[in-house]
C-alpha cells in the first residue's frame, strides 16, 4: 500500500520568502508528525497531530512556523519569512491511534534557504 | 530532563564482524525505547522496540537490543555485520505520559568488505 508522501521532495527559497511543506500519511492513520533534522543533528520533534484534538505545537521553535491538518489528513506546514538556518530536511510521520512508537516516515523535504 | 545520547557518531565495522551502537537514556522516567534506522535517501523505519516485556528485543535483520536499567542503556546489535546494513540508526525514546518520542543524533554504520 501507499506510504507516506511528501511534496516536495527538494525546495530551495530565498531568505525571507515563505515556504509551504506538504504531507499525506497513510490512510487510516490518526496520527501525524512533523520533525526537522539538520545536518549532523538528530530528529527535532515541531508538531503532532492526533484526530481532532488540539495539535501538540510545543517543538515549534518560533512564531515564523505552523502547520495545519485539513480533514484529518493532508497536513501542511508553513515557514514565514525563512532563514538561513529553517535549512534542514523536514520529516513528516504517521501512525495509528496509540501507536506512536510505530511511525511511518515519509522521505522529506530537503530545504535550502540562500 | 528527558535525553538520549548515542556515543558514537560514526561506527566502521567489516562485512561478517559484531556490531555494537550505543545509547543510552536519562532515567528520570520509566521508558520505552525503540531502534530506528534510516537508509540512504530512505525513510526512518522502526527497526525494533522496548516497551517494558522482555529485556532482550529482537527485530528485524537480525539485530537485537538489551534493555539494562542499572546501566540506563539499550545498546544495538548484530551478531554479524552485512553490507546492506550500512546506513543510519537512531535511539529513540518515548517516557510515559508523553506523546513525544526523543531521538538520539544518530549514530552512522560503515560496512566494507
Known amino acids: 500500500g501507499a506510504g507516506v508522501s511528501q511534496s516536495p521532495s527538494n525546495k530551495v527559497t530565498e531568505k525571507g520568502k515563505d515556504v509551504e511543506l506538504r504531507c499525506d500519511p497513510i490512510s487510516g492513520h490518526t496520527a501525524l508528525y512533523w520533525y526537522r533534522q539538520s545536518l549532523g543533528q538528530g530528529l527535532e520533534f515541531l508538531i503532532y497531530?492526533?484526530?481532532?484534538?488540539?495539535?501538540?505545537k510545543s517543538g515549534l521553535p518560533s512564531d515564523r512556523f505552523s502547520a495545519e491538518r485539513t480533514g484529518g489528513s493532508v497536513s501542511t506546514l508553513t515557514i514565514q519569512r525563512t532563514q538561513q538556518e529553517d535549512s534542514a530536511v523536514y520529516l513528516c510521520?504517521?501512525?495509528?491511534?496509540?501507536?506512536?512508537?510505530?511511525?511511518?516516515f515519509g522521505p522529506g523535504t530537503r530545504l535550502t534557504v540562500t | 530532563a528527558q535525553s538520549v545520547t548515542q556515543l558514537d557518531s560514526h561506527v566502521s565495522v567489516s562485512e561478517g564482524t559484531p556490531v555494537l551502537l550505543r545509547c543510552n537514556y536519562s532515567?528520570?522516567?520509566?521508558?520505552?525505547l525503540f531502534w530506528y534506522v534510516q537508509h540512504p535517501n530512505k525513510g526512518l523505519q522502526l527497526l525494533l522496540k522496548?516497551?517494558?516485556?522482555?529485556?532482550l528485543v529482537k527485530g528485524i535483520n537480525g539485530f537485537e537490543a538489551e534493555f539494562k536499567k542499572s546501566e540506563t542503556s539499550f545498546h544495538l546489535t548484530k551478531p554479524s555485520a552485512h553490507m546492506s546494513d550500512a546506513a543510519e540508526y537512531f535511539c529513540v525514546v518515548r517516557y510515559t505520559g508523553f506523546q513525544k518520542l526523543v531521538f538520539g543524533t544518530g549514530t552512522r554504520l560503515l560496512v566494507s568488505p
Open positions: 522496548y516497551t517494558s516485556a522482555a529485556t
Open positions: 532515567s528520570s522516567y520509566s521508558p520505552s
Open positions: 497531530f492526533q484526530g481532532n484534538s488540539a495539535p501538540d
Open positions: 510521520a504517521s501512525s495509528l491511534e496509540g501507536q506512536l512508537y510505530e511511525q511511518y
